[in-house]
């Protein structure tokens, strides 16, 4: 059974970068078959894709957070992780790890089960 | 940039059959998937693919592709189907998610 974990901060700064880690469980992110997703939920509203990275390193960002967005995989931990910089208060939600199916089409298996980051000073 | 756009909110009869949509260029290139979210809880992939359901969801669920339009069917819905619906696709940009459907079984 493929299990994900979120692990980070659950304040952050405005201004500052938050840095949140996934941990997978049961697979591993060396797989070819599947992409490793970020996705997030503002408090009350709808689900937001941030991004997802490949076994080998090859990422994709949301184009209204790319200039933000970094996300890296950690292979001999098998984790991998988001930062995100000059974070304000828009950028406080439930934050969600999950595997992406790669084929056919999007389809995202397996999430963790969301870690909320709260943005304030 | 690509959008997906679903009604805010749609009802159904107990037992009854309710059809839940999602409109967007990128519907004529990707296939969609559906999620099902509870308060609470993170999302579970009801749909995937042309018309592929995970292991555990029950048969009631359905999808379908015409246009630029992908639905979710569910067959006799149940009181644990109420729920919030999302659509999800691919385009140039990568990924993107529907703004929701709030579905409430009567």
Do not use: H, M
């Not at chain 1, 970068?17 to 490793?36: A, D, K």
């Not at chain 1, 990422?59 to 930062?83: A, C, E, G, H, M």
């Not at chain 2, 969609?32 to 669920?61: C, E």
């Not at chain 2, 009181?79 to 990924?95: I, K, Q």
């Amino acid at each position: 059974q493929v299990q994900l974990q979120e692990s980070g901060p659950g304040l952050v700064k405005p201004s500052e970068t938050l840095s949140l880690t996934c941990t997978v469980s049961g697979g591993s992110v060396s797989s070819g078959s599947y992409y490793w997703s970020w996705i997030r939920q503002p408090p009350g509203k709808g689900l937001e894709w941030i991004g997802y990275i490949y076994y080998s390193g090859s990422t994709n960002y949301n184009p209204s957070l790319k200039s933000r967005v970094t996300i890296s995989v950690d292979t001999s931990k098998n984790q991998f992780s988001l930062k995100l910089s000059s974070v304000t208060a828009a950028d406080t939600a439930v934050y969600y790890c999950a595997r992406d199916l790669l084929w056919p089409g999007v389809g995202l298996d397996y999430w963790g089960q969301g870690t909320l980051v709260t943005v304030s000073s | 940039s690509s959008e997906l756009t679903q009604d805010p909110a749609v009802s159904v009869a107990l037992g009854q059959t309710v059809r839940i949509t999602c409109q967007g260029d990128s519907l004529r290139s990707y296939y969609a998937s559906w999620y099902q979210q509870k308060p609470g809880q993170a999302p579970v992939l009801v749909i995937y693919g042309k018309n592929n359901r995970p292991s555990g969801i029950p048969d009631r669920f359905s999808g379908s592709s015409s246009g630029n339009t992908a639905s979710l069917t569910i067959t006799g819905a149940q009181a644990e189907d109420e729920a919030d619906y999302y659509c999800n696709s691919r385009d140039s940009s990568g990924n993107l998610f529907g703004g929701g459907t709030k579905l409430t079984v009567l």
